[in-house]
């Protein structure tokens, strides 16, 4: 079968890419935006891009057309297929009937630390053996390819809370019925097709619907906005985490619950903590505890990790070899990625696509910072693309997001709702902003100094800021 994908270069578009082509279908697909890492890793496939949407691309009739959630009514491709009578299905129905069927799903949603948690237990599954299979949305550094089939029942999948289609304005995680559903956190975001918080929680709703009564919900202790989803009703068992809880607590919970997860942070970035175990029982004892000392820093990577430990845990995987994976997890592309050092300064890559997001990453490397290195200042350059912070709605929190680096430095949005001059009057560290990549890159160069670690936050490719800076940097070395 000949499937030709529309949004191809999307993370979860593109991952669908691979797994239709390791199912031995002909794989094709068009995309406004074609950029690394996806690109490459399609392109490493033997998939066929194709630059933009012309109804052109469509001549050879695919037997099945995928189109992203991206696209709308008017696209040229869009209203090819639907003129022509070609037949057309949504990413995520795809993804439930070709590949989730029959499998033991392990869905990851929430607002925040899908991907990485995604990865994370999927990297703890093939380390105990089990050979999963999976889709992430981003490219991991312990597997080559951003999804898979696997060789077992279990499936590990992204669940992203975004609609489904043009024609389907579903979140895309109700396609997926969940054995294990991870519920990682829950903010307001996508404000482009949510009306507010309550809008967010009808749809995580939806998906714990889909749980079975055998399955199991895993959500962080203290998450208000989860609790309130829960209470609408729940029919699965539920299972919890959470960091620094106390001890009576942590007894109370896994009394009630049959396990409790704990941690404690043995330094201040993260990089090191315990995880506890608290068993079954009517005193809900520790039966537990183990010591992780891993490459990756932050609170909510930490948070991750004590939900892919839950996970992995309810599918029978032990306390000793859940530990030994996390300590050789590598983290994903474009998460804190190091992209470089030039001249002394250290730059690196980061999905940013929310306020919390943003403060946590920078809070975890701005605490490594002092332990590492001397003199060394953080410099955040941040584009606000997602829709929600280009409608203007987090700009306080964006401000106040980012005032643990020591200077700030925005992409101004050719149209948005983000008062620029507000934002850098009210930073009480040191701010500005551009319209151009190459002012930034100017600025960066102009003021840089030794030791220097940039951090480029975008969920886009920023106009490939990485390569224009780090070639820049390197041209005043010479």
């Given amino acids: 079968m000949h499937v030709h994908i529309l949004g191809i270069c999307g993370t979860f578009m593109g991952s669908l890419a691979v797994l239709a082509k390791a199912l031995g279908h002909r794989v094709s697909g068009s995309d406004a935006n074609v950029y690394p890492p996806m690109s490459t890793q399609l392109q490493e496939q033997g998939i066929e891009l194709m630059e933009g949407y012309s109804a052109d691309h469509l001549h050879l009739r695919p037997d099945l057309v995928v189109i992203g959630n991206a696209l709308s009514r008017g696209n040229p491709a869009v209203e090819y297929i639907l003129n022509e009578g070609i037949s057309y299905t949504s990413g995520p129905q795809w993804l439930a009937q070709y590949v989730l069927r029959d499998k033991w799903v392990l869905a990851v949603a929430g607002t925040h630390g899908k991907t990485t948690t995604s990865a994370m237990l999927a990297w703890i599954l093939e380390y105990a053996g089990l050979s999963p299979g999976y889709l992430i949305g981003g490219v991991t550094n312990n597997f080559s390819t951003s999804a898979r089939l696997g060789e077992s029942d279990f499936f590990v999948v992204e669940a992203d809370e975004y609609d489904t289609a043009f024609f389907d304005k579903r979140s895309k995680f109700v396609h997926y019925s969940p054995r294990t559903a991870i519920l990682n956190n829950l903010e307001f975001d996508h404000a482009d097709i949510f009306d507010d918080l309550g809008d967010i929680q009808k749809q995580f709703h939806h998906l714990v619907r889909t749980v079975p009564g055998t399955g199991q919900i895993i959500y962080p202790y203290g998450e208000a906005s989860l609790e309130a989803v829960l209470t609408k009703g729940c029919w699965s068992k539920c299972q919890q985490f959470g960091i620094s809880v106390s001890d009576e607590i942590c007894k109370k919970r896994a009394a009630n619950a049959g396990v409790f997860w704990n941690a404690h942070l043995l330094d201040d970035h993260g990089g090191e903590f315990e995880l506890v175990k608290y068993g079954q029982g009517p005193l809900g004892e520790v039966v537990s505890r183990s010591i992780v000392k891993w490459e990756l820093t932050g609170l909510h990577n930490v948070k991750n990790a004590m939900a892919a430990v839950a996970a992995a845990h309810h599918v029978g995987v032990d306390v000793t070899s859940v530990r030994d994976a996390l300590l050789q997890f590598k983290g994903v592309k474009r998460r804190m ?108 160069v102009e003021n840089k100094q030794i030791g220097d670690h940039i951090v480029v936050m975008s969920n886009g490719g920023f106009g490939g800021i990485h390569e224009k800076l780090l070639k820049a940097l390197a041209n005043t070395s010479n």
């Fill in 337 to 444: 990625e190091l992209r470089g050092v030039v001249a002394g300064v250290s730059v690196f890559d980061d999905f940013a696509h929310h306020p919390t997001a943003i403060e946590s990453t920078l809070v975890g490397l701005a605490a490594k910072l002092p332990s590492q290195y001397q003199h060394s200042r953080l410099i955040a350059i941040i584009e606000p693309r997602s829709n929600t912070m280009k409608l203007g709605i987090h700009q306080q929190a964006l401000v106040a997001a980012s005032q643990t680096a020591d200077m700030v430095i925005w992409q101004e949005p050719e149209s948005s709702g983000l008062n620029m001059d507000s934002m850098i009057k009210d930073s009480k560290t040191p701010a500005y902003s551009f319209s151009e990549v190459d002012e930034i890159v100017a600025f960066i």
